[in-house]
């Protein structure tokens, strides 16, 4: 895919103006795009006004041209503005790129080169959290009561974590007899530094006016305020939908109900219809359109409030919202079917007779809709002029700075674009005008007679190409599926709404000269809402006296609940998820006091005893050696929480739980101080330079003491670092300790690398293992493995029989897998006789790891 050609990490090495040399600007931006579609800038303070930076997601796009492949990269949208660039690439798609020139017509040409990543290890982020303290209470020494007498067991040392200026031991806690759900959220949140999953609005409300007084707890009421905040936004989005939803089943109703009536209503005309029929078609006609307004509308506010909003939304809570809105896509793309369904209905069951009279209905109907169509584009036409008259250019100031330079040749560039585009607009409103006005014209020239035969005629074309849209129509919920990807609908939903929310702000800015058109659009669409609409996009001033009649006011009320509430819970849109998660330990000020508690040993109360060889030689240590003893205070019930061992050995009451002290073996201080920072502060800090020999002993301790999220870690780090010396001991290791991430890379590595199954350390690893390297070597062979023609039997049996050279006899298994050999060879008896000997069964079963139908592939293939 072209995608993958430009994903990763890219510097800009070298910045040129077009038609210029020797120029500075972007040397040193850094931008790095990901398979989601995201891009994220690393910019200095000095260029972040520089439009592109506020652009956060890309597309690709390819174009196949004699000389090679074109492709452009488009960053989108500031302020409706999609910045591209292009790069020629004369190579296969597939192959990588180290270096690219990127242009960008009309602004400048970039370099930019590839860099090397360093391997980001998802395990390193994940929360930081001591909830469990507070969930079971172990070693509490603070209680506290809520208004409901329920009790509160906690931690004095926790809560001064981030309640640093509260009293917690004072005779009387300042946050007794509380409501139960505001004193367990505030617990929580000192216990996580985020906010339950049980929270609703009025406990958020509560919590914000309790606290108020507690500045420690200041971000506590922010993230109280937030929720409330998401929550809110929430209910807008969802209301908009709906009601966009609603609006369209209501224009499905009107063609629904119409052909209803009409069944009843069969013969009683001359027609074979009711008199007032024609008449009231035209009615659902101009309901129909008097609803769609009022959806497009809908559609504005829902483009307005999200770009609105999203500065203040992070990257999860803005994807939230576009993944509730690729789910409401289906059901949308239903209900215009659906709509278009209804419309064929109600025209391909007409007569000829029936189609005549509507045909005559209709002229007089037509002359009046091209006057009101005239008079509306010849408004919007009048007022694009005016529009156009006051868009100028940036102006550019003399001995401007680099930062302000770029920012302003930017967006000189981007209002230019605008500029023609709005000119290109105006110029088909100018055309389709005069086509209007020809139109009117031809059309009041004709007889009454030719009127009704043009009319009629242009009705049958109607309904024919109407079949065939249906066609298309039908077929587009499975072409959606298949070929937009979420990252492509990602683009379009922020490259759309951007676009949006820049007209509108183009619009407000013109407000006074589009005032005339919009109030005669309001007059015509006869919908309060849509006008309210207008109001809150700030496009519309509206006297209080003045009112529009809503024509379907009442005919709303009968229309029954729209079916799509009852798929309202296809997707569970949620804005407030990502409070409910701590903060990662980078980014957590529970860590980082944590971590502080524990290099300043305030508050210790137990101690751990490192044990460690004495590295002096003297005549004990050759003797039988001895051991330094040293000495770590930590505290108890922080460690509880943060590894399961020491909680329970902690609880146990054996020896470590009443003297508060556990014993440490066949480690250094260092590395156990080093464990311990883990637990306190959820990270390895970067500074400490520990050597691969360091990260496998920690590796060591993570898996002795049960702390996997520190033994992802270091496998992660160990992975980086595999090579041909490290790979067999790395895999021996990680097989041993059942370090997956570790064992997987490692036996990868030696498929890529076969030499390593010729040396001597191979032949120590388990049989299994070595069956299970030869089955991965198969599976990924190098370039310049040994390659098989016929079948891949041929390899099977070549890697069997290098394994089978190493497998000497029955005796060097362990004891306890005897019994399942003699079962799986009786199992080969069974199938093929006596047509092997015991030996060869021995040592195709090995081979296979006793696994029945691998044995048997391998004999048929070992000869």
């Known amino acids: 895919m072209a995608v993958r050609t430009f994903l990763g990490t890219w510097e800009v090495t070298k910045f040129q103006y077009e ?177 339950p999953s049980s929270m609703d609005d009025t406990t958020a409300e509560q919590v914000i006016q309790a606290i108020s007084t507690y500045e420690c707890l200041n971000k506590l009421s922010d993230s109280c305020r937030n929720f409330l905040k998401n929550n809110a936004l929430k209910k807008q989005v969802i209301e ?155 102006q550019i100031k003399q001995n401007s700075d680099a930062s302000e330079l770029l920012s302003r040749t930017l967006c000189n560039l981007l209002h230019s674009r605008e500029i023609l585009k ?74 759309g709404t951007s676009k949006v929310a820049g007209i509108l702000e183009t619009l407000v800015k013109h407000r006074k000269v589009l005032q005339a058109l919009l109030m005669h659009v309001c007059e015509l669409v006869q919908r309060d809402t849509f006008m309210q609409a207008l109001q809150k ?8 006296s003045s009112t529009v009649v809503d024509e379907a006011k009442e005919e709303r009320k009968r229309i029954s609940t729209p079916k799509h509430q009852q798929q ?18 980078k980014h957590s000020n529970l860590a980082k006091r944590s971590l502080d508690l524990f290099k300043t040993g305030t508050g210790t109360d137990m101690v751990f005893e490192v044990l460690s060889p004495n590295n002096q030689e003297d005549e004990t240590t050759q003797d039988g050696g001895s051991e330094e003893s040293t000495c770590i205070k930590a505290h108890r019930v922080i460690v509880a929480a943060r590894c399961d061992w020491f909680r329970r050995a902690l609880q146990s009451g054996m020896r470590e739980s009443i003297d508060r002290k556990i014993i440490i073996h066949d480690t250094s201080p260092f590395l156990f101080r080093v464990f311990l920072e883990y637990l306190y502060g959820g990270r390895i800090e970067e500074s400490l330079g520990l050597s691969t020999e360091q990260w496998s002993d920690l590796l060591l301790l993570s898996d002795r003491y049960e702390v996997d999220s520190l033994k992802q870690v270091c496998e992660g780090i160990l992975q980086a670092s595999i090579d041909m010396e490290s790979a067999l001991y790395y895999l ?49 062979p190098p370039n310049n493995r040994k390659t098989y023609t016929d079948t891949p039997d041929e390899a099977i049996a070549d890697n069997s029989k290098k394994l089978h050279s190493r497998i000497c006899s029955v005796e060097d298994l362990p004891s306890q897998d005897t019994a399942r050999l003699q079962q799986c060879i009786l199992q080969m008896r069974d199938i093929l006789g006596d047509t092997a000997s015991h030996d060869i069964l021995v040592q195709v079963v090995l081979a296979a790891d006793y696994d029945l139908c691998r044995a048997i592939n391998y004999f048929y293939a070992r000869e």
């Open 19 to 195: 038609n210029e040399s020797d120029t500075k600007g972007l040397e040193g931006v850094r931008f790095t795009l990901d398979e989601l579609g995201n891009v994220d800038w690393v910019v200095g303070a000095e260029l972040s006004n520089v439009p592109l930076f506020a652009c956060d997601t890309y597309e690709v796009c390819t174009t196949r041209t004699c000389v090679g492949i074109y492709l452009r990269l488009r960053f989108g949208a500031f302020a409706g503005h999609v910045i591209e660039f292009s790069c020629m690439q004369h190579r296969g798609l597939s192959d990588k790129m180290d270096q690219i020139v990127l242009f960008c017509n009309g602004w400048c040409q970039m370099h930019c080169n590839r860099i090397a990543e360093v391997k980001h290890n998802d395990a390193a982020d994940i929360p930081f959290s001591l909830l469990p303290a507070l969930e079971e209470g172990y070693f509490k020494d603070v209680t506290i009561t809520s208004a409901n007498k329920k009790q509160f067991e906690t931690h004095s040392i926790i809560l001064q974590l981030l309640g640093d200026s509260i009293d917690w031991c004072a005779p009387q806690s300042p946050l007794q007899c509380l409501p139960e759900n505001v004193l367990g959220t505030i617990l929580h949140f000192l216990y996580s530094e985020c906010l």
């Open 240 to 394: 908009l939908v709906n009601e966009m939803h609603a609006s369209i089943n209501r224009v499905i109703e009107h063609f629904v109900n119409f052909n209803s009536a009409s069944s009843e209503d069969l013969g009683k005309g001359p027609n074979g219809w009711a008199e007032e029929s024609p008449g009231h078609l035209c009615y659902i006609i101009k309901q129909a359109l008097r609803d769609t307004a009022v959806v497009c509308a809908k559609m504005l506010l829902l483009c307005d409030l999200f770009c609105k909003r999203k500065s203040e939304l992070t990257r999860e809570e803005r994807n939230e919202i576009i993944l509730y809105a690729n789910s409401r896509v289906p059901i949308l793309v239903t209900q215009v079917l659906k709509f278009f369904q209804a419309i064929k209905r109600t025209f391909s069951g007409m007569t000829p007779a029936q189609r005549q009279e509507i045909a005559m209905f209709l002229v007089p109907e037509i002359e009046s809709i091209f006057d009101t169509l005239t008079a509306l584009v010849r408004d919007t036409n009048k007022a694009m002029v005016k529009v156009l008259e006051l868009l100028a250019p940036h």
């Open 568 to 585: 309202q819970q296809s997707y569970k849109f949620n804005l407030v998820n990502t409070l409910y998660v701590p903060p990662t330990a």
């Open 537 to 544: 996009l700030d496009l519309l001033e509206v006297p209080s």
């Open 422 to 495: 709005c000119r290109t607009l105006q110029e088909i409103v100018s055309g389709t005008l005069e086509a209007l006005m020809s139109k009117k014209e031809i059309f009041n020239e004709m007889t009454e007679t030719q009127k009704i035969r043009t009319v009629t005629r242009n009705f049958d074309q109607l309904i024919e190409e109407l079949t065939f849209f249906l066609i298309q129509l039908e077929e587009l919920p499975s072409a959606l599926d298949d070929k937009l990807e979420l990252s492509e609908f990602k683009f379009c939903f922020k490259v």
């Open 732 to 780: 021996s290791m990680a097989d041993q300790f059942n370090a997956r991430i570790l064992r997987n890379a490692c036996i990868a590595f030696i498929a890529q690398n076969q030499e390593l199954t010729e040396s001597e350390l191979f032949y120590e690893l388990p049989i299994a293992l070595q069956a299970e390297i030869f089955d991965s070597v198969w599976s990924h």
